[in-house]
Nanobody, 114 residues
Framework: QVQLVESGGGLVQPGGSLRLACSAS????????MGWYRQAPGKQRELVAT???????NYADSVKGRFTISRDYAQNTVNLQMNSLQPEDTAVYYC????????WGQGTQVTVSS
């Protein structure tokens, strides 16, 4: 079993930046993919960005050029640098690990508002 713990959410003004971090409770092995999903009120959970154990990335079109995903394989962490945030980025952001099965963090709230 793997537990994922997110941190770094909060309130930010439009155009601002936030950095999310997710730490896994134990080491896991290849192949695997870690990433971020988000769910806004009244909407389905959607992919934001993922990165495989070989560094392959996948971004939602809505965040390309603004968000950057990174991983520290030795520390079992995944980060999401979010720049030029807009009100439509407001959501609960969930860390995800796909390693044989899906693992989810508890979520962290990101609110973009003036």
């Amino acid at each position: 079993q793997v537990q994922l713990v997110e941190s770094g959410g909060g309130l930010v003004q439009p155009g601002g930046s936030l950095r999310l971090a997710c730490s896994a409770s134990r080491r896991f092995f290849s192949p695997n993919t870690m990433g971020w999903y988000r769910q806004a009120p009244g909407k389905q959970r959607e992919l934001v960005a993922t990165m495989s154990n070989i560094g392959r990335t996948n971004y939602a079109d809505s965040v390309k050029g603004r968000f950057t995903i990174s991983r520290d394989y030795a520390q079992n962490t995944v980060n999401l640098q979010m720049n030029s945030l807009q009100p439509e980025d407001t959501a609960v952001y969930y860390c995800n690990l796909n390693w044989g099965k899906e693992y989810w963090g508890q979520g962290t709230q990101v609110t973009v508002s003036s």
